[in-house]
Nanobody
Framework: VQLQASGGGLVQAGGSLRLSCVAS????????MGWFRQNPGKEREFVSR???????YYADSVKGRFIISRDNAKSTVYLQMNSLKPEDTAVYYC?????????????????WGQGTQVTVSS
């Protein structure tokens, strides 16, 4: 699986962005998919995940503001980010888990996209 993330950019606090992650080379319909983020010198942080059946999970820091979804026909996973805060600034990565449920640990995700920068100004 190859993953291509896009949709990052510069936005003011309170604004919105929608990240997309397109998978190629094989289907991801049976894989749990996740979004993580990372800042320089810090560990990669769980943001959200979605199981193969569409059940969603969120980090407490983004709950109520971010929405993860998937379109298996398009092999695409989305992360709608609303009410953005400066502390959401990071490089955002999408990832595919080998399993169908997944979890919040980055080490269990086998395939990773290249990352897309999100910068939220105050």
């Amino acid at each position: 699986v190859q993953l291509q993330a896009s949709g990052g950019g510069l936005v003011q606090a309170g604004g919105s962005l929608r990240l997309s992650c397109v998978a190629s080379k094989r289907t991801i319909s049976n894989n749990a998919m996740g979004w993580f983020r990372q800042n320089p010198g810090k560990e990669r942080e769980f943001v959200s995940r979605i199981t193969w059946t569409g059940t969603t999970y969120y980090a407490d820091s983004v709950k109520g503001r971010f929405i993860i979804s998937r379109d298996n026909a398009k092999s695409t996973v989305y992360l709608q980010m609303n009410s953005l805060k400066p502390e959401d600034t990071a490089v955002y990565y999408c990832a595919a888990n080998l399993g169908s449920i997944g979890n919040s640990s980055p080490g269990t995700y086998r395939y990773w996209g290249q990352g897309t920068q999100v910068t939220v100004s105050s």
